[in-house]
């Protein structure tokens, strides 16, 4: 075991996480003397709003994901480390990393914001099948499932399995479920129409599932009718107030016990939930913070972790009322961590509580259909919405090569209806069916062994 020591004599300020909050804390610390680590699981930053798109084919990969080596080249103070934190012991001011071999790494301040993951309410067994989207490996599988799905289909001679094939079910309406639902059907209905000779795309089934009763339940009741218009205007299956209850090698049930309903779709994609990073658990275990039932924890009104004003949490893993967990309150919480500490090494009264401004909810459904809620009290939906979106993501976007090749591409996705981002291999497929395969099987012995046991002797 390593354990790296202090070099400069500087503050030591340690980064987990190189997501929206990791990277403007890190950012806003530039001109600071402080020595800073940046410790991530991949060697890049993530725009996670546009993944969806990934997963479509509408943007490679490298337009959201830039390297960290190369967004912090010019700070001298930073240092980028490629590594899993599975321990932090908040009594020695340690962190321990995994990489090739195990690091321990000290430090004055630490920032932890390792963001959120997939949340099957329970049934992890079923994330295997219904992938959700939170990394690029997760958007690279979804793109494969649903390509693959046409693929298959146009291989199928019995009309049941190619019906099957052709129906991709998207769990949870909220806005990665609506975009992405609302992607699938533009590529189902209009870029692939023509490509198949055995099948017509244009007949797939695309369905958005949630158990509320509303599309973008937190938007106002106006922009949440929109988009539910919108997205049937597209072809898009809105089925509200439907709770899935299984899901399955060939589909999903949805629906309460006394009116349950098969759906027989072999494309399921989950959107519907998520769960603090694991770190969230530990952090609560142990300083005695307050967790809540998605796992994220309560942290002090300077999102300082209680009894450990050197420790900041922010991001997905807190909860604060009234902020919601995206990217917007990420950002605002990590510049509010840096300006936290500046005024520490300053020795200068520390700023008022961390206040969130609610600068507003935006999802796009189709080429050019939008809903955006802005400031609390402005609602926009159509063209308008979808010119906001685009300025916003592209302001945020990083580096301006990315911007430049968004605005290309998006621009080239309009007019020609074309997704050149369409690249899979019959490997990544046969591996795929293969794994659910052998997973559907394994819980299919596991049902017979338990109704064997819940038999009379």
Not at 129 to 135: F, L, T
Not at 302 to 309: F, I, K, Q, S
Request: zero cysteines; charged letters at 20%.
């Amino acid at each position: 075991m390593q354990t790296p020591t202090k070099t400069s004599g500087r503050h030591r300020v340690v980064v987990i996480g190189g997501g929206f909050g990791g990277v403007r804390a890190v950012k806003a610390l530039e001109r600071e003397p402080v020595e800073i680590t940046l410790i991530d699981r991949t060697n890049h930053h993530l725009f996670q709003p546009l993944l969806y798109q990934v997963a479509t084919g509408v943007l490679s990969a490298g337009q959201i994901a830039p390297a960290l080596r190369g967004m912090f080249r010019k700070q001298k103070n930073v240092r980028v480390l490629l590594g899993v934190v599975d321990e932090i012991d908040v009594e020695h001011h340690t962190v321990r990393m995994i990489a090739d071999e195990t690091t321990t790494i000290p430090y004055d301040t630490l920032i932890v914001a390792t963001g959120a993951t997939h949340s099957y309410f329970g049934h992890d067994e079923w994330s295997q099948i219904a992938p959700g989207m939170k990394s690029l490996d997760d958007a690279r599988r979804v793109r494969s499932r649903i390509l693959g799905a046409f693929e298959i289909a146009e291989q199928k001679t019995d009309p049941t399995e190619r019906d099957a094939w052709l129906t991709f079910a998207v769990v949870g309406a909220g806005p990665t479920g609506v975009e992405l639902a609302g992607q699938i059907a533009l590529l189902a209905h209009r870029v692939l129409r023509n490509d198949y000779r055995h099948i017509d795309p244009s007949t797939a089934r695309v369905l958005l599932l949630d158990a509320t009763a509303h599309v973008l339940g937190t938007y106002p009741e106006s922009l949440s009718e929109r988009a539910a218009n919108d997205l049937r205007h597209l072809g898009v299956e809105v089925e509200l107030s439907a709770p899935v209850t299984d899901i399955g090698l060939g589909g999903l049930t949805i629906g309460s016990a006394g009116d349950a309903r098969r759906i027989e779709a072999r494309t399921v994609i989950w959107a519907a939930g998520v769960t603090a990073s694991p770190l969230a658990a530990q952090l609560g275990r142990s300083s005695g913070a307050e967790i809540d039932r998605a796992g994220r924890l309560h942290v002090g009104p300077d999102l300082t972790l209680p009894g450990h004003p050197e420790v900041f949490v922010i991001g997905d893993m807190i909860t604060i009322p009234g902020v919601p967990g995206t990217a917007q309150p990420a950002i605002q919480e990590g510049k509010y961590a840096a300006k936290v500490i500046r005024t520490r090494l300053a020795d200068k009264a520390p700023p008022s509580a961390f206040h969130y401004l609610d600068l507003g909810s935006m999802a796009v459904i189709g080429r050019t259909r939008a809903v955006a809620s802005l400031f609390g009290h402005i609602n926009v939906g159509g063209f308008p919405a979808f010119l906001i979106w685009g300025i916003v993501h592209l302001a945020n976007l990083v580096g301006w090569g990315n911007r430049y090749e968004a605005i290309a591409r998006w621009g080239w996705t309009i007019l020609a209806r074309n997704r050149r981002e369409r690249v899979i291999s019959i490997v990544s497929l046969v591996s795929e069916q293969t794994a659910m395969n052998e997973l559907e099987q394994l819980r299919a012995a596991e049902t017979r062994a338990d109704e064997e046991d819940a038999q009379p002797s």
